[in-house]
């Protein structure tokens, strides 16, 4: 089969790989329909390159129609033929941390020898290895619980996100813990972010969105929806200390902030150009140098998370949805401590949210406005050219859908 592969830093090409085979019975082989490329992806792209073998299958954002099922699998009411969307992280169901909810945090596929949580479709050794869903082809482990049944018929971007992006952020507005008719500030305006301030506007409790973010075409996306936006290239000192956003929030506020910020941008944020340097540096180093590089001594970028903390007001809550990876990101402990603030953070538990955006998604009105999402899409040939698109934020890319 045809499949997006790792080869380097910057460097992902599309080849031929083995197809995958059932190899426990709780397993299942999708073809896949529609698969996307996701921020997250743009990590290993560029950041965690010593935590990837060339040859590594990438992507976790997919869905298609179920080709092969194991015994448990198919025991579980799982069919050949199915129309599936598959969560990104890897769960079982019935263990312990997934009877409270927590499926990110799997005990049955959780990564113990790394120290990390559930497995996930193509992510890194650090999360087990386990091809992604950038190809023609998947195999989908714990399939007696992970795979969510869909209608025979409907365009698959109604479906697609929620693989991914549609929970994460959802799970950050709620975790964000806005009262009724309060102010969320989203900090970053990609995928998840406009997705963010959509679901915050048409199915939470929010009275009022402001969008943070500098590329102007994300900006103008998220005021269609309603949304209040702050331009960091307008901001007094062009917005990039902490504070200066903070300042900003402030007085859209009455002086006191916003009620919740969500971080959806990650590790990567604009606005730091020393940790920008030394994460560059650190993602090209030789996996066993990298790898401790980035454990014990790895930065990341932390405008936006030091954004949404200056932004936040006095007893709010910050949520975080963007990925971390740092060991010794310096963190403002007096200002946090002396706000009051709560955090909420982690991998998306995709299935709690499961059964409520399902609801959504499948509804006659395209509520969320999903099938509109993407700016770009293509066959899978075309992966590697819109992997440095994407990246770079060329040609107005917000959100890639591609087809194998």
């Not at 397993?27 to 529609?34: E, G, K, L």
């Not at 997250?40 to 792209?45: E, T």
């Not at 050794?125 to 869903?133: E, N, R, T």
Request: charged fraction near 20%; aromatic fraction near 6%.
């Amino acid at each position: 089969m045809r499949a997006l592969t790792w080869q380097g830093p910057q460097d992902v090409r599309v080849e031929t790989v083995p197809d995958p085979v059932i190899q426990q019975p709780t397993d299942a082989i999708v073809r896949v329909t529609s698969t996307a490329i996701c921020g997250s992806d743009l990590h290993l792209y560029s950041v965690l390159g010593a935590f990837l073998h060339p040859g590594d299958v990438l992507g976790h954002e997919f869905m298609g129609v179920v080709e092969e099922v194991g015994p448990e699998a198919a025991a579980s009411g799982l069919s050949v033929g199915d129309r599936v969307v598959v969560p990104f992280n890897i769960s079982c169901g019935h263990c312990w941390m997934c009877s409270r909810g927590l499926f990110a945090q799997c005990e049955t596929t959780q990564n113990r020898d790394q120290s990390k949580g559930a497995s996930l479709f193509g992510y890194t050794d650090l999360y087990g290895a386990v091809p992604g869903g950038q190809a023609e082809y998947v195999r989908v482990p714990q399939a007696q619980f992970g795979p969510v049944t869909l209608p025979e018929h409907g365009a698959d971007e109604r479906y697609l996100y929620l693989s991914d992006i549609l929970p994460t952020a959802w799970q950050g507005v709620q975790w964000a813990q806005v009262p009724e008719g309060g102010t969320l500030a989203v900090f970053g305006l990609g995928p998840v972010g406009q997705l963010a301030v959509r679901t915050a506007l048409r199915l939470g409790r929010v009275g009022r969105v402001i969008g943070v973010d500098l590329v102007p075409e994300r900006l103008a996306a998220a005021r269609a929806w309603g949304a209040e936006v702050v331009d960091l290239n307008q901001v007094d000192g062009k917005g990039r200390k902490p504070e200066e956003v903070g300042r900003a929030i402030a007085e859209l506020t009455d002086g006191r902030g916003a009620d919740g910020a969500l971080d959806a941008v990650g590790m990567e944020a604009h606005g730091n150009p020393v940790a920008e340097r030394v994460i560059t540096v650190a993602g090209r180093l030789p996996g066993v140098i990298g790898k401790p590089a980035i454990e014990n001594a790895g930065i990341d970028r932390l405008a936006a998370l030091h954004g949404c903390i200056e932004s936040v007001r006095r007893g709010g809550t910050v949520s975080i949805s963007g990925v971390y990876g740092g060991m010794v990101d310096p963190m403002p402990m007096m200002t946090m401590f002396d706000k009051g603030i709560a955090m909420r953070m982690g991998q998306c538990h995709v299935k709690q949210w499961t059964p409520e955006l399902f609801d959504v998604v499948t509804q006659d009105e395209d509520v969320l406005g999903l099938e509109d999402l993407a700016t770009h899409r293509v066959g899978l040939e075309d992966a590697p050219r819109m992997y440095e698109v994407f990246q770079k934020k060329q040609d107005n890319c917000l959100k890639v859908v591609m087809t194998p």
